[in-house]
């Protein structure tokens, strides 16, 4: 696995179309690896009032036109993401950050089964997603170990095979402490994502050690 990175030029009016409609960056991610499709997990980060685009792969990709696009020519980064893997333990304990489609499904009386997909739209239904997702995939958090950060709807247009049609979803920031239950669940989350709409910036987990961990 890989982890890139490229800083975005927000004077670009390509980078400010594409915060706009994540679609956009959906088709330019797509076009910065060659052969098979494979699914690949993204999501835009700000970090001391900068904006970066971060990449999860299994192939590494090449990124010169998308840096060329959105952000500056020639400056991006690739890392080895198994190194990190590797150093996945039970019991350990990490600072993470998801950006991630906290969703329900309530039923529309039509006889669906799975129902209609709804967004959490409160800080207490979010943080009671995330502490469901958690025991499903290798971790545990507390309410007091995290924050629910940045919400926002996202509106945009998605064509696919000559067709369009609106997209609406909620995405929504979550930074704090978990603790390592099944590393293995854990490892794979990290790797697939974690919720719905990963082809739009959903469902990236990312993680470092933490300090008394």
Known sequence: MYLSRVMLNL????????????AIFHGAVESAFEGEKKRRLWRIDTLRGKRYILILSEDVPNLDG?????????????????????RIENGSVWRFRLTANPTYAKSDGT?????????????????????RKADQNGFSVSNN?????????????KRDNGNSRMVNMISVTYDGVLHVTDK??????????????????????TVMRASNG
């Open 66 to 86: 998308f840096a060329a696009q959105f952000g500056y020519a020639g400056e991006y980064e690739t890392k080895n993401y198994d190194s990190l893997l590797e």
């Open 11 to 22: 004077n670009k009016r390509d980078t400010i179309k594409a915060l706009a409609s994540s």
């Open 111 to 131: 006889g669906d089964k799975r129902g209609k997909v709804k967004a959490h739209r409160t800080e207490e239904h979010q943080r009671e997603w995330l502490i």
């Open 184 to 205: 293995e669940r854990f490892k794979r989350a990290l790797c697939c994502g974690i919720g719905r709409e990963k082809a739009y910036g959903m469902g990236l987990l």
């Open 145 to 157: 170990d995290f924050s629910v950060n940045g919400a926002e709807f996202l509106r945009f247009r």
